[in-house]
């Protein structure tokens, strides 16, 4: 039997769910901020829970939603487990820790995406397991990772531009080639840049000529985390030493805290995009300023996640999306660029206020909604029952997606 234990964290300002069998923590929720009722936010499978990790995690999402202007509350969840467990084991975790928190679910209180090592369909069995009725995943919906890639993508067309030069001609590496990682990876090969390293959790590979990407995505389809024992052109390395490479954009896309104050004087990129939440330390990304290395804030790099579902839910296409986060999200990370150089600070320090205003606008915006946001959430309701089709969503929500980001 599982019990649930509810407290305030640390800093007494997030609201910490742990669920306990016996003496273990099997699963942990954050919440960090609430919209409307609700919190939205990842959900990982991790050999072990990190509470502080998850807290910061957790005001990522915020902070993320506040970037984009969405009316959604950041939260972060994780179930103690292994990833590469067969998935009966993997799901019968989700499904006792969906159980534990059922009443937080079926309310939507917390409203849960998949994070690392857990697929939409587990989470799906999770909601399901939680009393919540679920709606099949679209057809058209792309890959997992596929969103965050696109914003990444954007930041980095944006921080070439800034630096003088264009994506096409920059060498690239990628920590981490997993749901996002690849998801970039294929981005960059069409943008024309050269992947020459990629890591997994069992190693880095790299070729200065550039590697295979289309022939990467086929391995990591069929292998998973062994396309690095597979892949035979290229140089195998420590995942460590790929963070150093002489590269021009380095895209952490791994786990938290990759990059540190020990290793930051070391790197010799002359940007950072990242896909993954947190990989670069405060302390790290000071030394990077200090050193005229381009780093981005994660949480505008790979704001997609939320911003690309939450138009997928109101039946926006993958293409439209897609067009929309290069427009969109690229000129506001173009404004940030400009507001950062023009104040001579660290491009964070514009973000962080910036994304934290936006969020409490639109906090207040969300307790007295617009007629449209009204008619919005009420034909995405009726959509999801099946009750009117999706191009009439469509129609009302590409006004306020325009909106957001105007």
Same mark, same amino acid.
């Given at each position: 039997?599982?019990?649930?234990?509810?407290?305030?964290s640390?800093n007494?300002?997030?609201?910490?769910?742990?669920?306990?069998?016996g003496?273990?923590?099997?699963?942990?929720?954050?919440? !960090?901020?609430?919209?409307?009722?609700?919190?939205?936010?990842?959900?990982?499978?991790?050999?072990?829970? !990190?509470? *502080?990790?998850?807290?910061?995690? +957790?005001?990522n999402?915020?902070?993320?939603f506040?970037f984009v202007?969405? &009316?959604?509350?950041?939260?972060?969840a994780a179930?103690?487990g292994?990833p590469? +467990?067969?998935q009966?084991?993997?799901?019968q975790?989700?499904?006792?820790?969906?159980q534990?928190?059922a009443p937080?679910?079926?309310?939507?209180?917390?409203?849960?995406?998949?994070?690392?090592?857990?697929?939409?369909?587990?989470?799906r069995?999770?909601?399901?397991?939680?009393?919540?009725?679920?709606? &099949?995943r679209?057809?058209?919906? &792309? &890959?997992?990772?596929?969103?965050a *890639?696109?914003?990444?993508?954007?930041?980095?067309k944006?921080?070439?531009?800034?630096?003088g030069?264009a994506?096409?001609? %920059?060498?690239?590496?990628?920590?981490?080639w997993?749901?996002?990682?690849?998801?970039?990876?294929?981005?960059?090969?069409e943008?024309?840049a050269r992947?020459? +390293?990629?890591?997994t959790s069992?190693?880095?590979?790299?070729?200065?000529?550039?590697? !295979?990407?289309?022939?990467?995505?086929?391995?990591?389809?069929?292998?998973?985390?062994?396309?690095v024992?597979?892949y035979?052109?290229?140089?195998?390395?420590?995942?460590?030493?790929?963070?150093?490479?002489?590269?021009?954009?380095?895209?952490?896309?791994?786990?938290?805290d990759?990059?540190?104050?020990?290793?930051a004087?070391?790197?010799k990129?002359?940007m950072?995009?990242?896909g993954?939440n947190?990989?670069?330390?405060p302390?790290?990304?000071?030394i990077?300023?200090?050193r005229?290395?381009? %780093?981005?804030?994660d949480?505008?790099?790979?704001c997609g996640?939320?911003?690309g579902? +939450?138009?997928?839910?109101?039946?926006?296409s993958?293409?439209?999306?897609?067009?929309?986060?290069?427009?969109?999200?690229?000129?506001?990370?173009?404004?940030?660029?400009?507001?950062?150089?023009?104040?001579?600070?660290?491009p964070?320090?514009?973000?962080?206020p910036?994304?934290?205003?936006?969020?409490?606008?639109?906090?207040?915006? *969300?307790?007295?909604?617009?007629l449209?946001s009204?008619?919005?959430?009420?034909?995405?309701?009726?959509?999801r029952?099946?009750?009117?089709?999706?191009?009439?969503v469509?129609?009302?929500?590409?006004?306020?997606?325009?909106?957001?980001?105007a």
């Open positions: 039997n599982s019990t649930v234990e509810i407290a305030w640390e007494k300002q997030q609201l910490v769910c742990k669920v306990r069998q003496s273990e923590v099997m699963g942990c929720l954050v919440i !960090d901020s609430i919209v409307g009722g609700r919190s939205c936010g990842g959900l990982r499978m991790v050999p072990e829970i !990190d509470e *502080a990790e998850m807290c910061r995690l +957790a005001r999402m915020t902070l993320k506040g202007g969405l &009316p959604r509350g950041g939260a972060k179930v103690r292994n590469e +467990a067969p009966q084991e993997r799901w975790r989700l499904g006792e820790f969906g534990a928190i937080l679910l079926f309310h939507r209180v917390f409203s849960p995406g998949a994070d690392m090592g857990i697929e939409p369909a587990g989470i069995y999770m909601l399901k397991t939680g009393g919540v009725r679920v709606r &099949p679209q057809s058209h919906s &792309p &890959p997992p990772g596929y969103y *890639a696109l914003t990444v993508l954007a930041g980095a944006q921080a070439t531009r800034r630096l030069l994506l096409s001609e %920059c060498s690239v590496a990628v920590e981490g997993g749901k996002v990682g690849s998801a970039l990876g294929g981005l960059l090969a943008a024309n992947v020459v +390293a990629i890591s069992r190693g880095a590979i790299f070729n200065p000529q550039g590697l !295979d990407v289309g022939h990467l995505l086929r391995l990591r389809r069929e292998q998973g985390s062994r396309v024992d597979l035979a052109d290229a140089e195998r390395l420590d995942p460590s030493a790929l963070l150093e490479l002489p590269v021009d954009l380095l895209c952490p896309c791994a786990c938290h990759t990059l540190h104050a020990g290793n004087s070391r790197v990129a002359s950072i995009c990242a993954a947190n990989p670069v330390t302390e790290a990304e000071r990077l300023f200090e005229g290395v381009l %780093c981005l804030p949480f505008v790099t790979n996640v939320v911003l579902s +939450a138009m997928e839910v109101a039946s926006v993958k293409e439209r999306i897609s067009s929309f986060i290069e427009r969109r999200v690229g000129a506001r990370i173009a404004w940030l660029l400009d507001e950062a150089a023009r104040e001579h600070v660290l964070r320090e514009v973000a962080v910036f994304a934290r205003r936006r969020f409490e606008q639109m906090r207040r915006n *969300a307790a007295n909604p617009t449209l009204r008619l919005l959430h009420v034909g995405v309701e009726l959509n029952r099946g009750l009117i089709p999706r191009p009439l469509t129609a009302m929500s590409w006004p306020y997606f325009e909106r957001l980001l």
